[in-house]
C-alpha cells in the first residue's frame, strides 16, 4: 500500500522489484482491501521513486512517463493497479510500450491520460485571470481532475514575470507563481482580494462586447457546450453576470463638477 501520492505509487513499484515473488497489486492505504490478501505499507522513498522515474524515462521514454503521470492524476480508485500493470509491460517491452496500442493494459491508461489531458486542454483556453487589489493575479476553477501541475508551467511562461494564483475549488489546492518559479500548495479557500476598477470594467466591457456579437437567431446551446463545457462557465467572464459599475463616494460626488 501507498500514500496516495505520485512519489508514494514509484516507492512501492521499487520495493515490488525487490520482492520475490512480486506482488500482485499495489493499492491505495484509502482503498478498500480484499479479505484474505496480506498488505504491507511502503513508506513513500524520494530517492527510491527518483529511480524508478528514470527507469521509466531510459527504458519506455518520456511519452510512457507522461501518460503515467496523467493517468496517476485520474484519481481512479483502482489506478495503482492499473499502472502497476502497465510499468511492469513497460519494463519488458521497453519502448514497444507507447506502440502496443491493442493491449488492454496500455488501452487503461492510455483511456484515463487522455481525459486527463482533455480537461487540461480546456483549462488552458477557459482560465480567466484578473487583477486584483494586491497587483496579484487570480482565478477559480471547478475541475474533475487535480490538473493544475498541468496548467501552471503554461501560465508562468505566459505571464512571465507576473504574480498570479490559480486556486483548485474542488480538490482546494492552489498554484502559486512569483514571477520567477511555480509551486503547489494545499490550501482551503483563500481570501481573495477585491478586483481592481480597472479590472472591474475591462470584465464588463467584455462582457458588453461577447453578448453584442452574439447572433440572437443563430445561438445553439448545445453547439456551443460542445465547444465550452458547460461546467467551467461559471467561472469565466462571458458566462456570468457583469459586476456592477463602482458608485461614487459622497466625497466624489461634492467634488464633481456636475
Known sequence: MFDGTFDGFLSAVFEA?????????????????????CYETVKTDPVKAGRVRR?????????????A??????????????????LRLGFQIQ?????????????TVNKLAALVSREAGHLLQFIRLGETETGVYYAEITPTYPILPLVMPHFAHRLNMQAFVIYDKTHEQAGLYNGHEWM?????????PAYTESEQQYRRLWKTFYDAVAITERINPKLRQNFMPKKYWRN?????????PRQPLLSEKKNSPL
Open 55 to 67: 527507469g521509466i524515462r531510459s527504458q519506455m521514454g518520456n511519452e510512457a512517463y507522461d501518460n
Open 17 to 37: 522489484y525487490t520482492r520475490r515473488p512480486m506482488p500482485s497489486e499495489i493499492v491505495e492505504a484509502d482503498n478498500q482491501q480484499h479479505f484474505g490478501v
Open 184 to 192: 503547489l500548495t494545499d490550501a482551503a479557500t483563500p481570501h481573495r
Open 69 to 86: 503521470w496523467k493517468c496517476f492524476l485520474s484519481e481512479h480508485p483502482e489506478r495503482g493497479n492499473f499502472l502497476y500493470r502497465y
Open 236 to 244: 469565466m467572464v462571458e458566462m456570468t453576470e457583469s459586476p456592477p
Open 95 to 107: 519502448r514497444q510500450l507507447v506502440r502496443s496500442l491493442t493491449d488492454e493494459r496500455v488501452m
